[in-house]
């Protein structure tokens, strides 16, 4: 995996991290997913912070 496309995203609801892959040419905004929250157990939106 290459880390020039490696993002860091935080849970809105929680403290939980996880990294994403993305396109930095494609995507010129910060990127925001619906993932699923391991310490919630259940779906909250991923939005992308400073690595």
């Keep these: 995996m290459s880390q020039d496309h490696l993002v860091k995203l935080k849970s809105t609801e929680s403290k939980h991290l996880r990294y ?5 040419k494609r995507v010129e905004k910060k990127l925001e997913l ?4 391991p310490t919630l157990r259940k779906h909250v939106v991923y939005k992308e912070i400073k690595k």
């Design 34 to 37: 619906k993932k699923y929250d």
């Design 20 to 24: 994403d892959n993305r396109n930095r």
